[in-house]
């Protein structure tokens, strides 16, 4: 069974969607571990169906190499993103965890990736879902 972790700050929106959407493209064929940088992020993830949900700094660092997918915003990569919410140790534990990476690229902290069309949030999950599919591991 695939491990997906998706990690989400702030209220959770983003990280809600994708872990609605994934549970529904997917249902019980893999595993979706919430992570949120505080608790109402993982709260969100965890009512949108996520199997299982951590909250904070350790659980992200602890999860991040545990899992064969990681989902979520950009952002995730920065230290000091989401008005701070991401600290080094979180956004080093994405960017060197072994596992894909499919980060969302919403220009919330002020960065934006040349060449990158600025597809609605719906689309940019769906291409998620496609990739997942694409991968031949569910």
């Not at 992570?35 to 991040?64: D, Q, Y």
């Not at 980060?103 to 960065?111: C, F, K, T, V």
């Amino acid at each position: 069974m695939m491990k997906i972790a998706v990690i989400d700050g702030q209220g959770g929106g983003i990280g809600s969607l994708v872990v609605k959407r994934l549970k529904e493209e997917f249902a019980d064929t893999v595993e979706v571990i919430a992570l949120g940088t505080n608790a109402a992020a993982t709260t969100a993830m965890m009512k949108s169906r996520a199997n299982k949900g951590a909250t904070g700094e350790n659980a992200i660092v602890w999860n991040a190499d545990k899992v064969d997918l990681l989902i979520g915003p950009l952002s995730i990569a920065f230290p000091n993103a989401m008005l701070g919410e991401v600290t080094g140790k979180m956004a080093t534990a994405v960017i060197s965890s072994p596992a894909q990476k499919l980060l969302l690229p919403l220009n919330q902290e002020g960065i934006e990736i040349a060449g990158n069309t600025r597809d609605p949030l719906p689309h940019l999950i769906e291409h998620i879902i496609s990739r997942i599919k694409e991968s031949g591991h569910v």
